[in-house]
């Protein structure tokens, strides 16, 4: 069996059979593919370079889903590169600059939180407490650990319009809840 994938002998479908040294053409053959949408989008060096490998391991992964009647090889590989760069950006643009709420609450009390501009810091944990155990887990995983709302779904089993609903209606309940007792001012959402 040559080692260069060929239209005939598609390098997916010899990863997907195992073959020893598929994953090691694979990524000599489209290694600079993969760089390339990576670095893109990622500017950090070390950041991509683990992205790539992440990458790497998906289509590893995911080598026995490839149609080659679907598309070109090159083609596969591209959608998955970008879908984990994506995934991997909205990771990490939710992720907090700051510590988690659960952390702040265990504060020592002569260390003050940082409020935020607007808002008594007290009144949103009082507020978040108050909301039910699922929709505090739920905001946990949303805004502290920053998953998405599929990865949330898959994580607890719930469907994923009841991710979004929960978040939401605990979202506007928080809402209404500091507008009420004054603690801030949020503008409502539109």
Same mark, same amino acid.
Not at 61 to 70: E, H, L, S
Not at 164 to 179: A, F, P, S, V
């Given at each position: 069996?040559?080692?260069?994938?060929?239209?005939?002998?598609?390098?997916?479908?010899?990863?997907?059979?195992?073959?020893?040294?598929?994953?090691?053409?694979?990524?000599?053959?489209?290694?600079?593919?993969?760089?390339?949408?990576?670095?893109?989008?990622?500017?950090?060096?070390?950041?991509?370079?683990?992205?790539?490998?992440?990458?790497?391991?998906?289509?590893?992964?995911?080598?026995?889903?490839?149609? &080659?009647?679907?598309? +070109? *090889? !090159?083609?596969?590989?591209?959608?998955? @590169?970008?879908?984990?760069?994506?995934?991997? #950006?909205? $990771?990490?643009?939710?992720?907090?600059?700051?510590?988690?709420?659960?952390?702040?609450?265990?504060?020592?009390?002569?260390?003050?939180?940082?409020?935020? &501009?607007?808002?008594? +810091? *007290? !009144?949103?944990?009082?507020?978040?407490? @108050?909301?039910?155990?699922?929709?505090?887990? #739920?905001? $946990?995983?949303?805004?502290?650990?920053?998953?998405?709302?599929?990865?949330?779904?898959?994580?607890?089993?719930?469907?994923?319009?009841?991710?979004?609903?929960?978040?939401?209606?605990?979202?506007?309940?928080?809402?209404?809840?500091?507008?009420?007792?004054?603690?801030?001012?949020?503008?409502?959402?539109?």
């Amino acid at each position: 069996m040559p080692d260069l994938p060929t239209a005939a002998d598609p390098i997916l479908t010899r990863l997907a059979a195992g073959e020893p040294r598929a994953m090691n053409v694979c990524i000599d053959s489209f290694g600079g593919l993969v760089w390339s949408i990576v670095r893109r989008s990622v500017g950090n060096a070390t950041e991509a370079e683990d992205l790539v490998q992440e990458i790497f391991t998906e289509i590893w992964k995911k080598a026995g889903y490839y149609d &080659p009647q679907a598309a +070109p *090889e !090159a083609t596969f590989i591209a959608l998955v @590169a970008r879908r984990r760069t994506i995934d991997h #950006l909205r $990771r990490n643009g939710r992720r907090p600059e700051h510590e988690p709420l659960d952390a702040a609450t265990s504060l020592p009390a002569h260390v003050p939180p940082v409020p935020a &501009p607007g808002c008594d +810091p *007290e !009144a949103v944990r009082s507020s978040v407490a @108050a909301l039910p155990e699922d929709t505090r887990e #739920l905001f $946990r995983m949303h805004f502290d650990e920053g998953f998405t709302h599929p990865e949330i779904a898959e994580k607890t089993g719930l469907p994923l319009g009841t991710v979004k609903t929960r978040l939401r209606r605990g979202l506007i309940t928080l809402r209404e809840h500091l507008q009420g007792s004054g603690a801030t001012h949020i503008q409502p959402a539109s």
